[in-house]
């Protein structure tokens, strides 16, 4: 245990500590703010994916495109980096101190990070296949108008909003920032719900009526 602690106490690794402190405590804000309804996420992902591609020919553009920038939220590939960077970093420390050996901090960062982006690029695409897109990311918010979908942080009601899913017609999962209309009862999650509007901050919600939450059943099977 004590040589464990030497290595994550070491000054060799502290770029390794911070790294992986930032995104604990990224990981944690985003966590909080999730379930009361809002995501960092929204604030940052639809600017930065346009930004990207509009630099792609640049070649920090092509990288962030090479890393998947995107095709999941800024804020979550920022938590991958890190938490891949930090792993990397402490790996290679840890083999050195085994050997008795100590690498400089700046080669140890710049091999760290060189690892770091092809497997940032492979764990990056795997993560955004199976989390839930964000509505800004494939269609306009207008389609998304009408459709039923499930209560997945609720319950939704008239105070702080909370989030849906719902699948696209091209078969990618949506979570949605929405809210109970002024004359519902309460949401609960696992509810099937109608989304019959948007305003500047959520969707509105009612409880779906039973012939379209029948008819969406009948189309998944």
Do not use: C
């Given at each position: 245990?004590?040589?464990?602690?030497?290595?994550?106490?070491?000054?060799?690794?502290?770029?390794?500590?911070?790294?992986a402190g930032i995104?604990?405590a990224l990981?944690?804000?985003e966590?909080?703010?999730?379930l009361v309804?809002?995501?960092?996420?929204?604030?940052?992902?639809?600017?930065?994916?346009?930004?990207?591609?509009?630099?792609?020919?640049s070649?920090l553009?092509?990288?962030?495109?090479?890393?998947?920038?995107?095709?999941?939220?800024?804020?979550?590939?920022?938590?991958?980096?890190?938490g891949?960077?930090?792993?990397?970093?402490?790996?290679?420390?840890?083999?050195?101190?085994g050997?008795?050996?100590s690498?400089?901090?700046?080669?140890?960062?710049?091999?760290?990070g060189?690892?770091?982006?092809?497997?940032?690029?492979?764990?990056?695409?795997?993560?955004?296949?199976?989390?839930?897109?964000d509505?800004?990311?494939?269609?306009?918010?207008?389609d998304?108008?009408?459709?039923?979908?499930?209560?997945?942080?609720?319950?939704?009601?008239?105070?702080?909003?909370?989030?849906?899913?719902l699948?696209?017609?091209?078969?990618?999962?949506?979570?949605?920032?929405?809210?109970?209309?002024?004359?519902?009862?309460?949401?609960?999650?696992g509810?099937?719900?109608?989304?019959?509007?948007?305003?500047?901050?959520?969707?509105?919600?009612?409880?779906?009526?039973?012939?379209?939450?029948?008819?969406?059943?009948s189309?998944?099977?």
């Amino acid at each position: 245990m004590s040589a464990v602690s030497d290595l994550l106490l070491a000054p060799d690794v502290r770029p390794f500590a911070i790294a992986a402190g930032i995104m604990l405590a990224l990981g944690g804000i985003e966590l909080l703010t999730t379930l009361v309804g809002f995501s960092i996420s929204e604030l940052l992902g639809k600017d930065f994916a346009v930004e990207a591609d509009s630099d792609s020919d640049s070649g920090l553009g092509g990288m962030f495109l090479w890393i998947n920038a995107g095709r999941l939220p800024l804020l979550i590939l920022i938590i991958l980096a890190l938490g891949v960077f930090s792993i990397g970093g402490f790996f290679l420390q840890g083999i050195a101190h085994g050997a008795g050996l100590s690498v400089p901090t700046p080669i140890a960062a710049l091999a760290a990070g060189a690892v770091s982006l092809p497997a940032i690029r492979v764990t990056s695409r795997g993560i955004a296949r199976i989390i839930p897109r964000d509505e800004t990311y494939a269609v306009d918010d207008a389609d998304f108008v009408g459709k039923v979908a499930e209560v997945s942080v609720g319950p939704l009601d008239q105070g702080l909003p909370g989030r849906v899913r719902l699948k696209d017609v091209f078969g990618n999962w949506h979570s949605l920032v929405a809210r109970a209309s002024p004359d519902s009862a309460p949401l609960p999650v696992g509810a099937s719900v109608l989304l019959v509007d948007r305003d500047a901050k959520s969707f509105i919600a009612i409880t779906a009526p039973a012939d379209l939450i029948a008819q969406q059943r009948s189309d998944r099977a």
